[in-house]
Structure formats: C-alpha cells, structure tokens
C-alpha cells in the first residue's frame, strides 16, 4: 500500500469510526434470534426449555420496547 | 476453532443452537455495518431483525465460506432497504440511500480539514462506488467479499474501487481533478 492509499484508508477509517453498541443491545438482539432458534430445536426436552427461555426474552424485549415508545 | 461456514451448516443439520455463536463472532461488526449507515438508534432496533433473517435464510449459505461477514452485511443491507422502505428512519425515504450515511458522518466529525474535503469526495462518488470503498474502508472486506454484498462480479467491484480510490486520492492530494464529475 503506498503511502497515499495509506492516509485514504486511514482518514475513511476516521469518518466511519462509531463507538461498540452497549452490552444491552447486543443481548436483546440474540434474544430475539433465541426465539427463532428455539423454534427449530429438535429434542423435545431442549424445546421446550430453550422455547420458554426465548418466550419469556421476547416477553421482556417486547416489554422493554413499549416502555421505551411510550 | 470451526470456521463460520462449518457453524452454519451444523445449525441446518439438526443444530439450529449453533448459529449463535456465529453472531457472537459477527454483532459488533455487523452492528457497526449498520450504524456506520443509519446511526446507531436504527442499528440498536434492527439488529435482531438481521439475526433473524440469517437465521432464517442460513440453508442457502454456502460453506465454503469461512467467514460470514459479506453473507450477514449483504442481510443487514436488505434489512437496512427495507427499515427505509417502511419510513420508518424519519427523514431517509429513498431506498437507494439506505448507504447514504452522512448526516450521522457529519455529526461525528471533528474540525480536520481533510476530514470535511474526504466527506464531501466521499459523497459525490457515484452510490455504486461509494458503497464498494466504504465496505473495504470501513467493513475491512476484500474486494472479493465486497462483491459478495453487492451480488456483482469481483471485477465490477474491483473496478468501481479503483475508481472510488482514484477519485478520492486526487481529492486528498488537492487536484481540481478530483471533483465529483471526475468520478462519473
């Protein structure tokens, strides 16, 4: 890479930079892929135990949401 | 250490558990794709929404591929069309914007002069090339990868970056050739 490209890379890098999402974000963001995933588990015992975990996340993300919007 | 590809294939065949630990390689990246974009309030609503529609489309993910990065920012890219889509993103109704980031880039920019010259090069590129520069720039994704996003050949996509680049070197080194109709 020559040194021009370099200053390009590195002053697009500066433009696009953002902060890392709070942990909070990112957990609510697989639960909702839980929901899904329980959805699909096979064994029944796992089923259910992931589905009721992914039901009472959801619960609570749908939850957390309206209090927000409100 | 299983490669993203040999994740996604077990959670079809009976291990659908196993695509979580392919988003927790993957949900910084993908939410930073997604902030870079829309700011981080639309990124902290659709990132789940990304997970899911992977989830869901993981049957047609080629394993050969080891990272996933180009297959989830190309999901996050349709997800990002369709937030827009449903105006819901106040402001940003054209679908053909959803790459059209400079609002929230403006916002973070400080008073570096090259900075504010680099932003506006960036925004005169036509949108074709913008977005291949700013997946290599900003998503760290080798042309090839770029191209998987964008559903074009590796060589359309070389070739636009090479463009973008040309274009925004010109801009950097202070040439009036570097202006937007350069570009197009």
Partial sequence: MTGEQAELENALAVIGHVDPPAPRVLREAREVLWSAVAGEVPAAGDARGIRARGMDQSQQIVRRRTDRDS | MDTDGVLIERSVRGRPDAFVEVVRRH???VHGFLARRAGRQAA???LGEVWVRAFAARGGYDPG???????????????????????????????????????????RLDSAATAQVLVQAVRALPP?????????????????????????????????????????????????????????
């Fill in chain 2, 44 to 46: 902290d609503d659709l």
């Fill in chain 2, 128 to 184: 074709a090339e913008r977005e291949v520069l700013l997946l290599v720039a900003w998503e760290q994704l080798t042309p090839a990868q770029a191209a998987v996003v964008l559903g074009v050949p590796q060589g359309t996509a070389r070739s636009r970056l090479h463009r973008a680049r040309t274009a925004l070197r010109l801009v950097l080194a202070g040439s009036p050739a570097g202006s937007s109709e350069e570009s197009e």
């Fill in chain 2, 27 to 29: 949900e910084i990246a």
């Fill in chain 2, 65 to 107: 591929y080891d990272d996933a990065r180009p297959w989830l920012y190309g999901i996050a890219r349709n997800a990002l069309r369709a937030h827009w889509r449903a105006g819901r993103a106040g402001g940003h109704a054209a679908a053909e914007e959803v790459v059209d980031p400079w609002d929230d880039v403006v916002d």
